[in-house]
Nanobody, 123 residues
Framework: VQLQASGGGLVQPGGSLTLSCAASSAALDEYAVAWFRQAPGKRRELASCISSDDSTRYGDTVNFRFTISRDNAKKTVYLHMNSLRPEDTAVYYC??????????????????WGQGTLVTVSS
């Protein structure tokens, strides 16, 4: 499956933004889909993931602020981001694991990476 992230932009601290991860061909309902992010000079980290049976997982720094959801009919996974902070500034990527009923943070186990979308939180 090939994925493409979109929806990034410039937002003020405390603001909200929703990212979209769209599949180009295959349906997403049998995939776990994860959002990873990478800030300049930092390692790529898991922001959130939704498994193939719709259980969710969040990174410690985004828990209770971000919400992940999927629309299988649109072959799209969303990341709703609230109460954004400057430290959320990063390139956000989505990727998938086939029939993964549990999410993990091992980026090398995911495939279908697109180009990512830049989120900048700044006043």
């Amino acid at each position: 499956v090939q994925l493409q992230a979109s929806g990034g932009g410039l937002v003020q601290p405390g603001g909200s933004l929703t990212l979209s991860c769209a599949a180009s061909s295959a349906a997403l309902d049998e995939y776990a889909v994860a959002w990873f992010r990478q800030a300049p000079g930092k390692r790529r980290e898991l922001a959130s993931c939704i498994s193939s049976d719709d259980s969710t997982r969040y990174g410690d720094t985004v828990n209770f602020r971000f919400t992940i959801s999927r629309d299988n009919a649109k072959k799209t996974v969303y990341l709703h981001m609230n109460s954004l902070r400057p430290e959320d500034t990063a390139v956000y990527y989505c990727a998938a694991r086939f029939r993964a009923v549990h999410c993990n943070s091992y980026s090398w186990e995911y495939s279908g990476w697109g180009q990512g979308t830049l989120v900048t939180v700044s006043s």
